[in-house]
């Protein structure tokens, strides 16, 4: 009895976890703008067929804090999971 609640633990645990990234992946495809043409962009040259809010592609510094904390929260997230499934890789 016990080997069998301690595999039905264990695949909860790894259905748990398969949802929270899937709560991720729809996090991430809402802020991902869709290829559609818009409208007001049909029939004009590639010039003005650019984003007029374009994204910044160099790095902010004052980001770094939020990187080194997602950081720490991946490295915690990653040993718990190692220590509760007990892997050994």
């Known amino acids: 009895m016990m080997p069998f609640v301690r595999t039905l633990g264990r695949i909860v645990l790894i259905a748990v976890a ?17 290829r559609a043409e818009r ?12 984003d007029p809010h374009p994204r910044p592609t160099e790095p902010r510094p004052g980001a770094f804090p939020v990187f080194l904390r997602q950081c720490g929260v991946f490295a915690v997230v990653t ?11």
């Open 39 to 50: 409208r007001e962009f049909r029939g004009r040259g590639p010039r003005e067929q650019r």
């Open 18 to 34: 398969a949802t929270f990234f899937a709560g991720l992946t729809f996090v991430y495809s809402r802020t991902v703008r869709p």
């Open 79 to 89: 040993l718990a999971g190692r220590k509760i499934l007990r892997l050994r890789l």
